[in-house]
């Protein structure tokens, strides 16, 4: 942070502070706490416990940050399945909103062990389409043949 900008362009966000630690400062940051958190995850139930299969990177993170959470998953799958291995459980029901079976729902990327690899003519075409404020589009042209 030290060195640029954003911590005088972002007061409300950004904050300096004396290093407990040491005579230094620091800069902190404070919370981000989204309305939302969309999430796509390997399996859910339909109360969304949900199981990320592979790494999570942030998704049990910001789930627990967001108010509230949508899960797209990969699959439904029933609650045993949860209740037999409890510590694979990523994301517990009691955060999540709303569950959809979304069978490709984080492609272009990759979702381990569904489909490894990305597919970077999609991915290029939706970083065009963020860049030319088309998103909608791109999306529309995604989910086309989806029911």
Known sequence: MWGSDLVAKNPDFYHIYKNPWGDDEVVCVRALVPDYAILHVQEADIYGNARILGPSYQDALMARAAKKVILTTERIV??????????????????????????????????????????????????KAVKADEVKQFADKMLEGRA
């Open 78 to 127: 029933g609650t045993y399945r949860m209740q037999e291995e409890p510590k694979l459980t990523a994301i517990p029901h009691f955060l999540v909103e709303a569950v959809v079976e979304l069978p490709g729902g984080a492609k272009p990327g990759i979702c381990y062990p569904e489909y490894l690899t990305v597919d970077w003519a999609d991915h290029k075409a939706y970083q």
